[in-house]
């Protein structure tokens, strides 16, 4: 579980980040990363309402919290949101991991 102060809640900074963000794509997520200049990185998350029911939409969040909840202390000091797309309901715990993997290393090879 992300600590509470590492964790984006409110609709207006997810629509802020949404707006200012620089976002990165892969197949099933997509990462909207916003420069912070406080010292610790807050985390949020959205699952479409395509994805799955109630249940699968937040089987995936969890899913999320519990790898970025080990990637928190190597990530620069951003905000972040990660939005999961249609068929990452299919993948299992390792798929998922991989495809976070995938998109963090997209977001620092452009050096931010």
Request: aromatic share 14%.
């Amino acid at each position: 579980m992300l600590s509470t102060k590492n964790r984006l809640r409110k609709k207006k900074e997810f629509s802020f980040i949404y707006k200012k963000g620089q976002s990165y794509h892969n197949k099933y997520l997509t990462l909207y990363v916003y420069k912070t200049k406080f010292n610790f990185s807050k985390i949020g998350f959205s699952v479409n309402n395509k994805v799955g029911n109630s249940v699968v939409r937040h089987k995936i969040k969890r899913r999320l919290t519990e790898i970025l909840r080990v990637y928190i202390k190597s990530l620069p000091t951003n905000n972040y949101i990660f939005v999961a797309k249609t068929g990452c309901e299919n993948l299992d715990f390792y798929g998922l991991k991989e495809q976070v993997n995938n998109i963090i290393e997209k977001m620092k090879d452009e050096k931010w």
